[in-house]
């Protein structure tokens, strides 16, 4: 089944204890495509100013990405951050942002876009994720992924968004700002009540938790990586990989989200390798299966 992600595309400088990556291509929807686009077609929805330095359709090329929602947009600057990491990279340091192009207008949806039953939508204002739902027309599953500033100053949006989206993605600090609750089982059942079906709290290098409209809980740990390089991107990874799977199965319950949640994690296994995008781009769908084998042994008991 079709997917579709609207998110940011952007030029990030990076730097890690293994070094500074400059102007590299970044931004939610670059990674959740290469991520998705492994498991189906992914309709990619982003805009970019047009000093961009990336040719995003070169940059695709072979993946089954669609580019009809990318607009590059004239007169407009291309969405710029500036993030490190330091000790377990667990979290990253924001050293400076240039929203440009994102504090402007979202793009429109194509309307070979409008019949996609999948979507999710990025990390950005929610005020802007309501406003593509509102050009969808009929859908199947919607996910959502947000962050603290959100919370903090667009919090009454975001509830309004929640009442229109079947799943919420967010980290353990966020569950907790947003619902008030220190113990992340009580923050995942107070968000479940704001109107989503499922959450999934992720918990960086300790894994993540799914947790359903039932009060079933699934705990899934990270995959065992001997070397984190740029953690940048790797909530993204596992977002697309996830997304992709359940658009690929068309079905949503809670036995195909707990496949989901391991590919995605495996995918998201590779961005966190290298720099920028070169960790996934080296992955193929035999390594990420030979991965999610080796994830399943280390699990079962």
Same mark, same amino acid.
């Given at each position: ?100 192009? %994102?504090?402007? #207008? &979202?793009?429109?949806?194509? +309307? ?8 999710? !939508? @990025?990390?950005? =204002? ?100 001997? %070397?984190?390089? #740029? &953690?940048?991107?790797?909530? +993204? ?8 799977? !359940? @658009?690929?199965? =068309? ?51």
């Amino acid at each position: 089944m079709s997917l579709i992600v609207t998110g940011s595309i952007g030029v990030d400088t990076i730097t890690t204890p293994y070094g500074c990556n400059h102007d590299c291509i970044g931004g939610s929807a670059i990674y959740f495509s290469l991520a998705a686009s492994f498991f189906t077609n992914v309709n990619f929805m982003g805009v970019a100013g047009e000093d961009c330095p990336f040719d995003l359709a070169d940059f695709f090329a072979g993946r089954n990405v669609n580019l009809d929602g990318l607009e590059i947009r004239k007169g407009s600057k291309t969405f710029r951050w500036s993030g490190s990491y330091q000790g377990t990279m667990n979290e990253a340091h924001t050293d400076a942002v240039e929203l440009n192009v %994102l504090a402007e #207008d &979202p793009p429109h949806v194509p +309307d070979t876009y409008r019949d996609s039953e999948y979507v999710f !939508l @990025a990390n950005t =204002n929610p005020a802007l994720q309501m406003k593509l739902l509102d050009e969808m027309g009929r859908t199947s599953f919607v996910a959502a992924d947000t962050m603290n500033l959100w919370i903090t100053t667009a919090k009454d949006d975001l509830l309004r968004l929640m009442e229109r989206i079947d799943m919420l993605i967010l980290n353990d600090g966020e569950a907790k700002l947003l619902t008030g609750q220190p113990n992340l089982i009580n923050a995942a059942k107070a968000i479940l009540d704001m109107g989503p079906q499922y959450v999934i709290i992720k918990k960086g290098e300790h894994g993540s938790m799914l947790y359903d409209y039932a009060g079933q809980m699934f705990l899934l740990p990270a995959y065992p990586t001997a %070397l984190v390089i #740029d &953690p940048t991107g790797a909530g +993204d990874s596992f977002a697309g990989g996830m997304m992709g799977y !359940l @658009a690929q199965a =068309n079905t949503v319950d809670y036995v195909t989200m707990r496949k989901a949640m391991v590919y995605g994690t495996v995918v998201s296994s590779f961005t966190i390798g290298d720099f920028s995008v070169h960790g996934i781009q080296t992955a193929t769908m035999e390594k990420i299966d030979e991965r999610f084998e080796l994830l399943r042994k280390v699990t079962q008991f």
